[in-house]
């Protein structure tokens, strides 16, 4: 099936006389008709439900979906985007091991690297996504676990040159953890250009009505955890009867790790009722993309061409330094284009204050449009140096282009700026 189809039958297919929509299964556990049998269960996880911590019949039709929209062999949802990062790093690195990360990344995610992680004595080693291949290979440690980036970085706009990254990620034998948040599948699919586990924040597009915080973790499958890095995937879990997850689940090894040892433990699990929701706005995703996409062109372009504004950047605009990467990778630039405006902070609120149609909120990736100062909003926990390093200036604003009609939108930016 193409993407279209996918977005409204993948992961959930009805038999003779059940309903046509997605039911919401509203119970945190299941019955069983022997004690024996829930043990079996505890023995073998994935051979029933036994508790909504782990798995929900209305969240799992969502999984499939995703799964199957990014071509990864299973997926896990989780409660945030942000746990899905977490967990992302938490299935492979423990106290002592190392990740490598792009600088330009959503400025919660820097922060979960470069501080929290740190705490739980996992080093994160910043490298920017247009260092060359040498530079990026000797941040590699012999405790490196993985490498990670944004296909689109929020709100810098780089776009990441997946197949560069992957190759030196396997050349050093870990994986690529790719961020696909403002991308979605339906404008990229990293898994096809060398990524081995891809998240994402469902809250963002994938949602896409400002509903339901939520995130997402798909594995490839395409991952060999048996190259002697990784031996928690090779060795038995004591805490799991001792299986060995290789052995036993193969290439969904990675994935039925992330659920039988992380949720069970953090228990970062999606309520069947936003799942329900997730999937009304993945029914429609494939659409919404396209036009996200047309009507951001037109904005950047329109920006581009304003005495007031001093940088435009949009991977779509032939102008930009992504756009090869962009035309490479991306079926579509995102509905995200990000401005700096002369005169720096200062006008840039005044711009921000002046519009009416546009929401100033911290969201972004929604409906409708939305603005947001990145220096004093999503990112002000960063020193000034971070701010450079992650691509942000003090005049730069986000500006998330919705749904509404263009000729609106652009009607509001024009008064706005009028005021500046």
């Known amino acids: 099936m193409r993407d279209e189809t996918k977005c409204l039958h993948s992961g959930y297919t009805p038999k003779n006389g059940e309903p046509r929509v997605v ?30 911590r782990f798995a929900n ?51 919660g995610t820097f922060n979960l690297f470069a501080v929290t992680l740190k705490k739980l004595g996992i080093e994160c ?72 586990i891809v998240i994402h924040s469902t809250t963002k597009y994938m949602d896409g009505h400002a509903l339901q915080v939520g995130g997402v973790i798909v594995d490839s499958g395409n991952f060999d955890w048996t190259n002697g890095k990784f031996p928690e995937f ?9 299986i060995c997850y290789t052995e036993t689940y193969g290439k969904a090894a990675y994935i039925i790790k992330a659920r039988m040892q992380l949720m069970r433990d953090f228990g970062a699990y999606p309520a069947a009722h936003s799942a329900f929701l997730l999937n009304l706005g993945l029914e429609t995703l494939s659409m919404r993309m396209k036009q996200y996409c047309e ?37 579509g630039a995102s509905g995200v284009v990000s401005i700096v405006i002369k005169g720096g902070k200062a006008n840039a609120v005044k711009f921000m204050d002046s519009l009416k149609l546009a929401s100033n909120e911290v969201h972004v990736a929604d409906i409708r449009t939305c603005v947001l100062h990145p220096a004093s909003e999503t990112h002000r926990q960063l020193t000034e140096e971070q701010l450079v ?32």
């Open 295 to 331: 009507n951001a062109l037109t904005v950047a372009k329109y920006f581009e061409s304003s005495d007031k504004i001093e940088k435009v950047i949009y991977p779509g605009l032939e102008s930009d330094a992504g756009y090869a990467n962009a035309q490479k990778y991306l079926k």
């Open 125 to 196: 080693i910043f490298v920017d996504a247009n260092d060359d291949d040498e530079t990026i290979r000797k941040a590699f440690k012999p405790n490196t676990k993985a490498l990670f980036g944004e296909t689109i970085a929020n709100p810098a706009l780089t776009v990441l040159d997946i197949e560069r990254f992957a190759r030196i990620a396997h050349e050093n034998g870990v994986p690529l953890i790719m961020d696909n948040t403002f991308a979605t599948p339906v404008l990229c699919k990293p898994i096809s250009y060398g990524a081995d």
């Open 23 to 52: 039911p919401i299964y509203q119970s945190t556990t299941y019955v069983f008709d022997s004690t024996e049998e829930v043990g079996s269960v505890f023995d073998e996880p994935t051979k029933a439900l036994i508790y909504s």
């Open 389 to 420: 390093a992650a691509g942000i200036n003090p005049g730069l604003i986000r500006f998330s282009v919705g749904l509404e009609n263009i000729d609106d939108i652009i009607e509001d930016i024009e008064q706005a700026l009028a005021n500046v």
């Open 57 to 107: 019949p209305t969240v799992m039709a969502v999984e499939a979906k995703i799964a199957d929209l990014e071509g990864g062999i299973g997926a896990m949802c989780t409660s945030s985007g942000q746990a899905a990062s977490l967990m992302s790093i938490l299935n492979i690195c423990h106290a002592g091991d190392s990740i490598i990360s792009t600088a330009q990344i959503y400025g």
């Open 234 to 242: 090779t060795e038995p879990d004591e805490s799991y009867h001792g």
